[in-house]
């Protein structure tokens, strides 16, 4: 079993930063990979990021490439959602999601992910 509790939403201007924090607790941290999802109102919950077990490997959504960087500190627990030169479309609840098969294919798929934070809101301004 896996919980995960996520932080660090709220509201921003466009142009701004953001860090999410996810806090797991339950099976040890470094056994698995680490995603973050979106899903804006009345939209499908959409592909962010994703970090492999080892801190090795991360994936973005081309969306967020080059704005946006997943991390993990495997001794705190915890996984962490830099977000940088926000935009008014990068308004969602963010969710992370626990992915604790092996493997990394179809990362991008949320029925992968097993175990999932109860989401945060970020708003972003124009």
């Known amino acids: 079993q896996v919980q995960l509790v996520e932080s660090g939403g709220g509201l921003v201007q466009a142009g701004s930063s953001l860090r999410l924090s996810c806090l797991a607790s339950?099976?040890?941290?470094?056994?698995?990979?680490m995603g973050w999802f979106r899903q804006a109102p009345g939209k499908d919950r959409e592909f962010v990021a994703r970090?492999?077990?080892?801190?090795?490997?991360?994936y973005y959504a081309d969306s967020v490439k080059g704005r946006f960087t997943i991390s993990r500190d495997n001794a705190k627990n915890t996984a962490y959602l830099q977000m940088n030169s926000l935009k008014p479309e990068d308004t969602a609840v963010y969710y992370c999601?626990?992915?604790?098969?092996?493997?990394?294919?179809?990362?991008?798929?949320?029925?992968?992910?097993?175990?999932w934070g109860q989401g945060t809101q970020v708003t972003v301004s124009s």
């Open positions: 339950g099976r040890t941290f470094s056994s698995y990979a």
């Open positions: 970090i492999s077990r080892s801190n090795m490997t991360a």
């Open positions: 999601a626990a992915d604790t098969s092996p493997g990394a294919s179809n990362y991008n798929n949320y029925r992968r992910y097993d175990y």
